[in-house]
């Protein structure tokens, strides 16, 4: 399995796993409630012997309060989870390949995809608790030479930027207000033709 793969499965396989320990959890919280009204039953049935009442209740209160809690766990997964699984662009994907695969994965909050697609050394790394663009009419722009990086990165390496003019939709912050027209550029670097491409850069 190559590293594409495993980056389009890991996210499902733990939304699997996530799925299945809610479950379980959601079990033990309604055994625990379906007890403690047992035995409140049992505690007030006619004859019965006087008992500690205040445990009963605690059990029902904790049934309950551990299913709001992993209710709101599993609400807080599924908001940001993304909408889709964006495959990581091959060594063989152009410039433009790549970006197209960024913006795709950004549109879809597919934060896996986007930070493989980063060069976390420049870019660091984006985190899924946050919004990501969401953009629209994406005009590509022919590759550019790049030059403004030879100083600081690895002789050899080649560079290239990709001009692009797009629609955001959804910004993340007050700086690009919504449904904004903007012109945009990526740039992108690789050791050689063996390595991906990799954003080093991005901005007007």
Known sequence: MNPAEMLRLTPTLLWVLLLALTLFVLALGAVAGVAGLVVRRRLAAPGS?????????????????VDGLVLAVAAVGLATAPSSHVPVPSARANAQDVVAAYLDA?????????????????????????????????????VEAYHELDSVL????EVVRVPVDLVVIRGTDLTVPDHTRLPWGFVLARP?????W????QGF
């Open 49 to 65: 012997v006087p008992g500690p009442r205040p445990r009963a209740t605690r059990w029902l209160i904790t049934g309950l309060v």
């Open 106 to 142: 950004s549109n879809a909050h597919d934060v896996g995809t986007m930070n493989a697609i980063l060069d976390p050394a420049r870019m660091g790394t984006l985190s899924r608790f946050r919004a990501t663009w969401v953009v629209d009419e994406v005009d590509m722009q022919p």
């Open 154 to 157: 690895p002789a050899g390496t």
């Open 192 to 196: 050689d033709a063996r390595h991906r």
């Open 198 to 201: 990799r954003i080093v850069d």
